[in-house]
């Protein structure tokens, strides 16, 4: 460990997040040939080469890819153990936090989040990712702003409530059946686009449906929110959507909205922490900044 300057990782997190010297050279207020220099160290350290030319840029090798996440949990653990004492200064920091969120949270927090940031730490830097696949792991520092009733790591994780909402169904103005009551003898006859399961709350109606011995008819699945519009408005398909996405102009002008007849699925987002920050200051102050941002 004497022989190993820690300095090196920071500049490999900087060099697997952003796949450039020049960028990382930027992001870290570095000159390019300092950063080149590092990464031939940080090469005869691991005996890799962690980052090779391609045509887009860099790729990173298997070694870098298996330390990335590796890498992240420990200069985090470093950075909550130093975070951790004394007082936080919004004003006066420089920390960088990570989310992650779905598309669905990060359409109407994220403006509002940079904004609490930008007036009260504007020193402050945030990275922000969506989740993966059945990917609800918190990995470091990270909080999480997702669905409330994601409740199987209650017993390990904190939770902050920050939001409420609720699905309705939304179709297009043309459907055959947009000026009849939605019933739930009518919504299990309809045909259905779903979101990915990897986003927010797609599976509680089905849940639901389940329990009383019912299924929807899906003809089709989608990676995200954003793509329902254009499916919803052309077709017969119908989609669950959050009720504060529905305000948007294009489904306010294009779209009937109606009430989801299945009272026990309810929409509330929690920001979700592991409790060993629970009395880092700065961690605190994030986490208020979010409930902040979504009220």
């Avoid at 990995?139 to 017993?155: A, K, M, P, Y």
Wanted: aromatic share 6%; glycine share 6%.
């Amino acid at each position: 460990m004497r022989n190993i300057d820690l300095n090196l990782l920071v500049i490999l997190d900087a060099l697997i997040s952003e796949r450039s010297v020049s960028r990382a050279a930027n992001r870290l207020g570095l000159t390019q040939s300092a950063v080149s220099h590092a990464l031939r160290r940080l090469r005869d350290l691991f005996g890799d080469d962690l980052l090779m030319r391609s045509a887009g840029g860099m790729d990173l090798t298997a070694r870098a890819i298996q330390l990335a996440e590796e890498l992240r949990v420990v200069l985090w653990q470093i950075q909550s153990m130093v975070n951790q004492r004394g007082s936080f200064d919004p004003a006066k920091s420089n920390r960088i936090f990570r989310l992650r969120v779905s598309d669905y949270v990060s359409s109407f927090l994220l403006g509002r989040l940079c904004r609490v940031m930008r007036t009260e730490a504007p020193g402050a830097r945030l990275e922000v990712g969506h989740f993966s696949e059945g990917g609800q792991e918190l990995i470091g520092d990270e909080i999480h702003v997702r669905l409330g009733s994601d409740g199987g790591d209650l017993g390990r994780y904190r939770r902050l409530r920050v939001f409420e909402d609720e699905f309705v169904v939304v179709m297009s103005k043309r459907h055959p059946l947009a000026k009849l009551e939605m019933t739930l003898e009518t919504y299990v006859t309809l045909v259905h686009l779903k979101v990915a399961a990897s986003a927010i709350g797609t599976n509680l109606i089905d849940d639901a449906l389940a329990r009383r011995g019912l299924k929807r008819d899906i003809a089709m699945h989608v990676p995200s929110w954003l793509d329902v519009y254009p499916i919803v408005t052309t077709t017969d398909l119908v989609a669950a959507l959050p009720r504060r996405w529905t305000r948007t102009r294009p489904f306010a002008t294009a779209c009937v909205v109606k009430r989801l007849p299945i009272d026990e699925v309810e929409l509330a987002i929690d920001a979700v922490w592991h409790p060993r920050h629970d009395e880092d200051p700065g961690h605190a102050w994030m986490r208020a900044a979010i409930k902040k941002a979504m009220q």
